[in-house]
């Protein structure tokens, strides 16, 4: 079973960055192929789950417009790692961040949460003045 751990998380200011990273173990399986994507999403109090982006085993990747322009999503292979920077912070970008992996549709990345399968436990991220 793929397990993803998720770090970096924390506090921030306004138009500063932010740094987060996804493990994954069972690397193998979770991308074996470009048929899998692992994706970042990120939830606020009292709304609903978001898409932020994922990626894919050759790099591809796409990105939510909330955040186009601002985040960067990349893939360390060699250390089984997903990395997710989004800078020029703002406060609505507060919220738990969660690395989820599952199947590519169509070959590009789903943007529904309910189509990833496993997921990581989060990390918070809160940017204030």
């Known amino acids: 079973q793929v397990q993803l751990v998720e770090s970096g998380g924390g506090s921030g200011q306004p138009g500063g960055s932010l740094s987060l990273s996804c493990s994954a173990s069972h690397y193998g399986e979770t991308f074996a192929d470009n048929r899998r994507c692992v994706g970042w999403f990120r939830q606020a109090p009292g709304k609903e789950r978001e898409y932020v982006g994922a990626?894919?085993?050759?790099?591809?990747?796409n990105i939510a417009d909330s955040v186009l322009g601002r985040a960067i999503l990349s893939l360390d292979k060699d250390k089984h790692t997903i990395h997710l920077q989004i800078n020029s912070l703002r406060p609505d970008d507060t919220g738990m961040y969660y690395c989820a992996s599952g199947p590519s549709v169509v070959d590009d990345c789903p943007r529904q949460s309910r189509t990833y399968i496993y997921w990581g436990q989060g990390t918070q991220v809160t940017v204030s003045h």
């Open positions: 990626v894919q085993r050759d790099g591809l990747r």
